[in-house]
C-alpha cells in the first residue's frame, strides 16, 4: 500500500480528510474550475457526508481520493481512482486551482501515474472526458488509447507500455536528469 | 525554423482565439487559457515539430513567445 502523506516533486501527496470538504466545495462550485465536472450543490454538509461515505470505501480498499497541498499545506488539487476491477482502475474527479507558472497538476499527474501502475500495480488505467474538453482530450490521446465514445464523453484506456511513454516524458520535463 | 511559423502554432496550442492576435512579444501566461496543461501542449508541439524536449523551468523562466523560440533554436543547435 501507499505510504501517504508523501512528498514528491515539491508538493504533499495524501488522502482526503472530512476537513478538506470546504476546499473541495469551493472548487466544485467555481464556474472555471468545475466547467467539465459533474454540478454540485453547495452544501457543505452534502459534501462532508460525501467524504465520510468515501472514507468507508477508501477503508475498503475500493476507491482513493487524493489531495496535493504545496509545501506550506496549502491545498492546490485533488483527484481521485475508483472502479477498482481486477488488474483494472479509473482515474477521475480532478479539480485543480490554476497554476499559471508552477505545473502543479502535471507534476500530481505524475504522481497518480506513477501510483496506478508502480505502487499499486495495475495493468489499465481507464478514463472518460467530456469531448469538449478538448485540451484534456488532446493530452490524454498522447499516451491513452480511445475505446469509445458517446454524445458526451471520450473513452480511454492506458496500458503499461502508455504508461512507460508518459512517465518518461512528463519526467522529462518536471525533473529532468 | 522561422519565428512567424512558431507563433502559429504555439497559438494553435490555444482554444480560443484571443481579442489580440499572439505574436512574439505576446506575454502568454497573462492569456485567460494558460495552464499546465496547456504548456504541456506547448512542449509536446515543440518535442514533435522540432524534435526538441523544452523543461518546466524552461517555461517557468520564460515571458513572451519569443523566449521560448530562443530556448527552442539554442537546444536545436546544441
Redo the contacts between chains.
Keep these: 500500500m501507499i505510504q501517504l502523506p508523501t512528498h514528491r516533486y515539491g508538493l504533499i501527496f495524501r488522502l482526503v480528510e472530512e476537513n478538506d470538504a470546504a476546499f473541495i466545495l469551493g472548487m466544485r462550485t467555481n464556474p472555471k474550475l468545475s466547467r467539465h465536472v459533474s454540478p454540485v450543490e453547495n452544501d457543505l454538509d452534502a459534501q462532508k457526508s460525501w467524504i465520510c461515505n468515501y472514507k468507508q470505501r477508501e477503508a475498503r480498499a475500493e476507491e482513493y481520493y487524493f489531495l496535493y497541498t504545496d509545501m506550506q499545506n496549502q491545498p492546490l488539487g485533488v483527484f481521485r481512482l475508483y472502479n477498482i476491477d481486477g488488474a483494472t482502475v479509473t482515474s477521475g474527479s480532478w479539480l485543480?486551482e490554476?497554476?499559471?507558472?508552477?505545473?502543479?497538476?502535471?507534476k500530481a499527474d505524475l504522481f497518480l501515474t506513477s501510483i496506478i501502475f508502480e505502487e499499486l500495480n495495475f495493468e489499465c488505467c481507464m478514463i472518460d472526458v467530456r469531448k469538449e474538453n478538448?485540451?484534456?482530450v488532446?493530452?490524454h490521446k498522447?499516451f491513452f488509447t480511445q475505446t469509445g465514445e458517446d454524445e458526451q464523453n471520450i473513452y480511454l484506456e492506458m496500458r503499461r507500455e502508455g504508461y512507460m511513454r508518459k512517465h518518461k516524458?512528463l519526467t522529462?520535463?518536471?525533473d529532468?536528469k | 525554423m522561422n519565428i512567424e511559423t512558431f507563433v502559429k502554432e504555439f497559438a494553435e496550442q490555444f482554444?480560443e482565439i484571443p481579442d489580440e492576435p499572439f505574436t512574439a512579444d505576446t506575454l502568454f501566461?497573462e492569456n485567460e487559457e494558460?495552464?499546465?496543461?496547456?504548456?504541456?501542449?506547448v512542449?509536446?508541439m515543440i518535442?514533435q515539430s522540432y524534435s526538441v524536449?523544452?523543461?518546466?523551468?524552461d517555461?517557468?523562466k520564460s515571458l513572451t513567445i519569443n523566449d521560448i523560440y530562443t530556448i527552442v533554436v539554442s537546444k536545436a543547435n546544441a
Aim: overall charge positive; charged content about 30%.
Design positions: 485543480a490554476r497554476d499559471n507558472n508552477a505545473l502543479d497538476s502535471i478538448k485540451k484534456l488532446r493530452y498522447m516524458f522529462d520535463i518536471i529532468p | 482554444d501566461k494558460w495552464s499546465s496543461m496547456t504548456a504541456l501542449l512542449i509536446a518535442d524536449r523544452l523543461t518546466g523551468d517555461v517557468r
